[in-house]
């Protein structure tokens, strides 16, 4: 192939050659000659010479693929080679490229032209600069500005080239540059930037162009944020702007330049710029788009500018308000705009848009949240809860007099658009998780098959606005909710949406309003949707009503607790309700029949006034009938239900009564198939059969989950028959797959099979999970298990080996701790050295088994360390080889247990009698293997864990804990003063072998770093993220994760904020055992 020849890089590049091999790459010819261009390319591409030619390349060839081709290569070369060039080499190449990009915008043709390749062209010479600007480009900012003014159209580009700069500096130069680059350029930009300031202003004031204008706008856009404040406020800018507002075709560019201008937050001094700033928008806002204009209607039927432009409104009142609202509430004239900002911002809140309700959500939500938090801190002092109330305390200081004064004139003034926003927030409620009936795009109502994250989100943040609302104003949001159910009832207003978001709002605040009012509320709320079930008629109404009274009653545990009859009331219609097959109906039924007995279950098991038994003991007399249309599954979540409830039976003669009567149709159907059995083990194979066992046996397991150690009597008749069933199933499923191979495995048949012996796994599990840590459980189960279990584990094929066998086992060391390790041995022999063959020929095969193994191991290092230390040295090899082979995992549960189990390892070892022999072994393993995880940027989501094991090791080479020498004296002819400084060395050598682009003065200064930080954590991890930025392995992606520690601690402060404020979370979240006595 011709082409061949492209490979010969020491003459100039036959450009005709390129052209033709780049067209074939992006042409449509045969598979092959694609394919063989492509090697071709990426050859020359990976050639350190390849960068040479490409300014011969650039002037020579006509085609675009071909121009970007040779820019990709340039542009590497820019990221990480740019500094070890020779210095003719650097200004040739940044020199050629400014050529290039004037001659290219100098005039208005070529600019429209080639604007795709000047576009690649700005791209590189931003590259080129973040190296060379400031300290060796000082003339950067004048030669553009003087070039600039030669002509409108270089004008115009060099608008784009300060506009990327700008956002490689400020937006996007996290994880890019080291904190010390990026403070040196933006200082730069700030102190040059009276130069751009005055060419913007210029353009702006004289240029007739519309494109120019538009850059220019731009431009600016991408500067607000960051210039010194002079250029804004004492310039006539914010006039210009609000000048160039009204014009169509600048609107959205200003408009956006102004929101940047309201998000700044600096201080008072300001101020009346702001608000002037403010009257003179609203003025013209108002002949723009006249206050009485339907927003959402004019959004649905507008062009694509002109719903930005709404977009761009939303964004604007929000970054405005958010920062400068208190400016606005000074005078009457300034209050007046505000009001019909908000106004505008409600009515903007109604479009049908998902980006711009989300724009106004995040801001109702700030606002409340500040109007509430302003009179629930004062609400702790006692002067100022006289004043809210309305009662004068005469003994108290005038100061707390003046701000009551003060607070109540701000509700005031917040009151109107605060209630307009309760109608808002109830129209527009965001549907729950729990709410399972939804309608489809054909207005259907069907099960909901996919939860749709998006809307969580929102149902979140919506019902928490609607809290603060509701403490803000009780009595308005009881009003408008009454008054909004009272038109479904006369059918006003009657719909499916209408009735769904109504109720998903009347659950949400819960537990915001005193008891007393809440019971009043919703006796009339309950009342109401019971009689709407009643009149409505037809099924799809009547499921939509269904499901909204279920989500309703769900989210109410107190009311229900202190309203037997209620209570009652409730259970029974959710009884009708799983009689009920309309999709969705059953399942709603049974997850909120769970959820209310898991907050009342006391209500349950006492006899209540005028009956002659507890509800539990009408119920199971009753079950069969009730259960009678459910599916399996939904009969488990009943059992569970049920179970609950009994275990709140403090009478344990009753209590036990009540489990055999719970468990009786599942043990009639166990005692007759094992009766069968007896007599024909072939009746076991039987396919329905096999179902049946099943069935059974997740029925059990389903009643353990609630009753824990009270299952033990259920439990002890059925365990040693279903041992059996166990290891019987477990031969068939041998034979099936020793006679038909590897396939067999996928049959139905063996996987039912299979199914039967992952249940009794759970079942004993979820017992022994739940059951209180009594040795005897243990005693009595632990031993009957270890053969047919773990034999027939270690007996069995991989392919049907249960991973749940490994996480039966690391529950019971959880659970019964320091007296399993006599069993660790037999445990380790039956499952480590056949699990880790299935595990380590890839990181793809059994997923299953990876985690559950190493979370095994886990256990067995943390409850029974002495265990490990009395394996051989080939076993504890095998360990530590396995834990590596965790850690390397891309799958970040594995990798996670891995390093935690490392880390368990480490600290254990380190006190124990064999640390130095340990570390001797692993030390320098263990290092070079963090250092290759830490560094190779698919395992980021690992990095607080790979920075405590390197605190850990460099630690513990510091404190001098080992006695003896980790290095070989037999291969390192010099000896070492010390440990600390032999690791130092050697991570040095590792790091500088593994990063050639680093100079030895980086990596020492990096190493040196490091273990004077060894005590400080927060210095040690950041030390790290700048190393990892310098060594240009995680430049260009997304390093969130490098900062997740950080991101983590903020949730939990969060938490802590919402448990003080009542409602927010929810009262069905709440884990306490609810006093319901």
Known sequence: ??????????????VSLLDATVAAFYGTGSKEERAAADHILRDLQNNPDMWLQVVHILSSTQSLNTK???????E?????????????????????????????????????????????????????LKHEWPARWRSFIPDLVAAAKTSETICENCMAILKLLSEEVFDFSRGEMTQQKIKELKQSLNSEFQLIHELCMYVLSVSQRTELIRATLATLHAFLSWIPLGYIFESTLLETLLKF?????????????????????????????????????MVQLQNVLPPNTSIPEAYANGSNEEQAFIQNLALFFTSFFKSHIRVLESSQESINALLLGLEYLINISYVDDTEVFKVCLDYWNSLVLELFEQTHHNLDNPAMTANMMGLQMPLLSGMADGLGAQLVQRRQLYSGPMSKLRLL?????????????????????????????????????????LIYLSHLDHDDTEKQML???????????????NLNTLCWAIGSISGSMVEEQENRFLVMVIRDLLNLCEITKGKDNKAVIASNIMYVVGQYPRFLRAHWKFLKTVVNKLFEFMHETHPGVQDMACDTFLKIVQKCKRKFVVVQVGENEPFVSELLTTLPTTIADLEPHQIHTFYESVAQMIQAEPDPQKRDEYVQRLMELPNQRWTEIIGQARQSVDYLKDPD?????LNILQTNTSAASSLGTYFLPQISRIFLDMLNVYRMYSELISTSIAQGGPFASRTSIVKLLRSVKRETLKLIETFLDKAEDQPHIGKQFVPPMMDPVLGDYARNVPDARESEVLSLFATIINKYKGAMIEDVPRIFEAVFSCTLEMITKNFEDYPEHRLKFFSLLRAIATHCFPALIRLSSEQLKLVMDSIIWAFRHTERNIAETGLNLLLEMLKNFQVSEFANQFYRTYYLTIEQEIFAVLTDTFHKPGFKLHVLVLQHLFCLVESGMLTEPLWDASTVPYPYPNNAAFVREYTIKLLSTSFPNMTSAEVTQFVSGLFESTNDLPTFKNHIRDFLVQSKEFSAQDNKDLYAEEAAAQREREQQRMRSIPGLIAPNEIQDEMVDS
């Open 1 to 14: 192939m011709a082409a061949e020849k492209l490979r010969d890089l020491s003459q100039p590049i036959d």
């Open 68 to 74: 970007f081709f040779a820019l990709q290569v340039l």
């Open 76 to 128: 590497g070369v820019i990221k990480y080679r740019w500094n070890a060039l020779p210095v003719e080499q650097r200004d040739g190449m940044k020199n050629y490229i400014s050529e290039v990009i004037v001659k290219l915008s100098s005039d208005e043709a070529s600019l429209r032209r080639e604007r795709l390749y000047i576009s690649k062209l700005n791209i590189i010479l931003v590259q080129i």
């Open 245 to 281: 507002f009204p014009v169509p075709a600048y609107r959205n560019l200003t408009l956006q330049c102004l929101t940047e201008v309201a998000a700044l937050t600096f201080g008072d001094f300001y101020n009346d710029q702001y608000v002037k700033m403010y009257t003179i928008f």
């Open 425 to 465: 927030m109830i129209s527009r409620m965001a549907k729950p998780e729990e709410v399972l009936i939804v309608e489809d795009e054909n207005g259907n109502i069907v099960r909901e098959t996919m939860k749709d994250n998006d809307v969580l989100v929102q149902y979140k943040i919506m019902r928490e606005t």
């Open 483 to 497: 008054k909004k159910l009272s038109k479904q009832l006369n059918g006003e207003d009657w719909s499916w949406n």
């Open 689 to 693: 059969v096999i179902r049946g066992v």
